[in-house]
């Protein structure tokens, strides 16, 4: 039965023309731990344009936690993706656009996005915005999502980007948080055959948010939307209306100066504002797209990534960009109008490297072989997959179909904390095994801890993934509340960033994921807090006490299950489940409504009246028969009425 995974060796001829191969890994991996300053210090030099040089590489003490890179160094991001590639690439493409219908597209040059970018700069500018001050974006996929965030970038404004698939309320919430000035938005988005009204979503957040003075509203559609007179402008407009003297110019910024809060779920409270800064975020998104993808000047650049995720930041607009690569921008979904979307736009657009989800490659999967092959993918070179583990049928789908069987598969293994990628194989350098993230990047020291917390050495081993020596693309803090930063990441090993993730270290010295071992839910590759879906359900009024647990879904890897107490003389029927489901996409997003909700009586709780998540685990897994010790329980027989009532709707 267990039987060993296949390895799949790196293709010859794709070694020669590579980056690094084996031997230029090993060496220049040693290097990055033997040395980490003097490594990241070259790169430095040669990756990024400085406006002045560091004086100190790196300041670091994870007990406080502090983490500093290139410190007295002064860089500007846009002006690091957009000014220094004019001479060279001004006409390249930048940002090639496929809209939401096949074949809508547009071709934005770096020398046009530049020229959008400095506008829009100069727009914010003149709207009082400056240098820390902290501007919301809710934009569909479209290139003013990418302009703003540069935009933001050139004067040293701090963008959170807020999913546009996100409620009114997740969207006041975020931008309460950390006190925007500035709105950016659409009047509608689109999506699949769906029109989304983002304008309204804003109008319904903004009632609630004092900070923000100004709402700039990209035209997406022809649709109407009601402008608050001295609030909302056009951008369109402001931008033609703006003096043609509006400065423009990089602000000089500090090395370790905030570039951008991104909000993500943890295991308890409200979702944490994930701080990242400038030179080190940029080095190490600039380096891994480089290497983990093995970029050369030709190559179309494809993230399937939202713009709301770190992904969609990452690799669709800061480490492309900073590499003058061509990065296509996609704001449709992958089924519409039908399972062939990513395959066409594969063709058309000549990707030749192609980065998205295991729950996207799932999806496709099932629909068939037949809306692979009809288009021509030879242009494919790199496929890459993040955000779950992939397992190995998906995986072997996406080699041997998609591929063809002569691209190389990158499985890269991150977190919004950590910026960049840390985890991955180099296609001219790993061989790879399905499901596996293989090997750690430069200068990323992983270890395997055990529950005690001490570390296991060698290979064959488990436990739970730390890192032990910063990089330079990790998050600084979690804005405005920096003892949550030590409590959630420094305070369970000390010494050591706790990632959250459980792992394996092969006999070869190869790591896989093998998913959270905290409260956080991965349904589809979204993140998710168990907690906030939790205080989601019970705000429907309907439920008095609600645990929910990951499950298994075919498609997207991890669903949500639901355990609910209703309130009294709640019904426990159709419309009640509506009514849940309901209330939890007004408050999150649809993304986080439960796959499954079932009514008990009670939940499993200690006699101190903590919650057996663990025995909900298993019941939800289907594992009936090993939900293990339950005689701690204040009243152990809601299990065995938890376990009828979760069999019983799967029977049907
Ligand atoms: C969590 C982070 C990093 C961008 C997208 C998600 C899981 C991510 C992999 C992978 C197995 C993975 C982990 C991680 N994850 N990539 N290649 N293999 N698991 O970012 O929303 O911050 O989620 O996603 O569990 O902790 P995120």
């Not at 669903?559 to 209330?583: E, N, Q, W």
Request: hydrophobic share 40%; aromatic share 8%.
């Amino acid at each position: 039965m267990n039987k060993t995974p296949n390895t799949f060796p790196v293709p010859k001829a794709f070694a020669a023309k590579a980056h690094v191969d084996q031997q230029g890994y090993e060496k220049l991996y040693r290097e990055s731990v033997e040395d980490p300053e003097g490594f990241w210090a070259r790169q430095a030099n040669e990756i990024l344009h400085w406006q002045k040089p560091w004086d100190k590489v790196l300041s670091w003490d994870f007990k406080a936690p502090s983490v500093r890179w290139f410190e007295g160094g002064v860089i500007n991001v846009s002006e690091n993706c957009l000014d220094r590639h004019l001479t060279a690439r001004g006409d390249k493409p930048a940002i090639v656009w496929e809209g939401n219908e096949p074949g809508e597209t547009r071709t934005v040059t770096y020398r046009q996005l530049h020229a959008e970018v400095c506008r829009m700069a100069g727009l914010l500018r003149h709207l009082g915005v400056k240098k820390g001050d902290r501007v919301a974006i809710y934009l569909p996929m479209v290139p003013e999502a990418a302009a703003a965030m540069l935009a933001c970038a050139r004067i040293g404004a701090i963008h959170t980007v807020v999913f546009a698939g996100f409620s009114a309320e997740a969207l006041r919430d975020r931008i309460n948080d950390c006190g925007c000035s500035v709105l950016i938005t659409a009047n509608e988005g689109l999506r699949g055959g769906k029109r989304v009204p983002l304008k309204e979503t804003c109008d319904e957040a903004l009632a609630e948010c004092p900070s923000v003075r100004k709402v700039l509203v990209v035209r997406r559609t022809d649709g109407e939307t009601a402008m608050q007179a001295g609030r909302d402008l056009w951008l369109d407009q402001a931008l033609r209306e703006l003096p043609a003297s509006a400065n423009s110019a990089p602000e000089p910024m500090g090395s370790e100066d905030p570039l951008f809060i991104l909000y993500t779920s943890g295991s308890t409270g409200k979702p944490k504002g994930v701080l990242h800064t400038t030179a080190g975020y940029l080095l190490h998104v600039s380096l891994t797209h480089r290497m983990v993808f093995d970029l050369k000047e030709e190559d179309v650049f494809f993230c399937g990534a939202d713009v709301g995720w770190v992904t969609g930041h990452s690799y669709v607009v800061y480490g492309p960009l900073s590499n003058g690569a061509t990065s296509v921008m996609f704001e449709s979904i992958p089924t519409y109008p039908d399972a062939g979307r990513y395959w066409d736009v594969v063709e058309r657009h000549k990707v030749s490297i192609f980065y998205t989800a295991p729950t996207a490659i799932r999806a496709l999967a099932k629909e068939g072989d037949g809306w692979v092959k009809k288009y021509d993918r030879s242009s494919l070179r790199i496929l890459g997959t993040v955000g779950e583990p992939i397992n190995a049928d998906a995986w072997l789908w996406y080699h041997n179909i998609v591929g063809e069987g002569r691209c190389p598969i990158v499985d890269t293994w991150w977190q919004t904390e950590t910026g960049g990628v840390l985890i991955s194989p180099l296609p001219g350098a790993t061989a790879t095994k399905p499901g596996s993230a293989t090997k750690p990047l430069f200068g990323v020291q992983p270890v395997i801890v055990d529950d005690e917390g001490k570390e296991v050495l060698g290979n064959g081993v488990s436990g739970r993934l730390c890192i032990k020596f910063p990089w330079p693309g990790m998050m600084r803090t979690v804005y405005g509340d920096h003892e949550r930063f030590r409590q959630t990441y420094f305070a369970m090993y000390p010494g050591l960033y706790f990632t959250g993730d459980g792992c394996r270290r092969d006999e070869d010295g190869y790591y896989w994921i093998t998913g959270r071992v905290d409260d956080v839910l991965n349904v589809a590759g979204h993140r998710l807090g168990t907690a906030e879906v939790e205080s989601a359900i019970v705000r429907s009024g309907l439920v008095a006490e609600a645990a929910v647990v990951g499950i298994p879904h075919e498609i997207k890897g991890q669903g949500i299950g639901a355990f609910c107490v209703l309130r009294d003389s709640v019904s426990s029927d159709a419309s009640t489940i509506k009514g849940i489901l309901h209330t939890v996409r007004e408050v999150i997003s649809p993304i986080a409504a439960p796959d499954a909700v079932w009514f008990v009586s009670g939940l499993p709780k200690t006699r101190s009246g903590k919650i057996m998540r663990r025995i909900l685990r298993k019941v939800g897994e289907g594992e009936y028969e090993s939900v293990g010790d339950v005689t701690t329980l204040a009243d152990p027989a809601v299990v065995s009425e938890i376990v009828e009532t979760v069999k019983s709707s799967r029977a049907g």
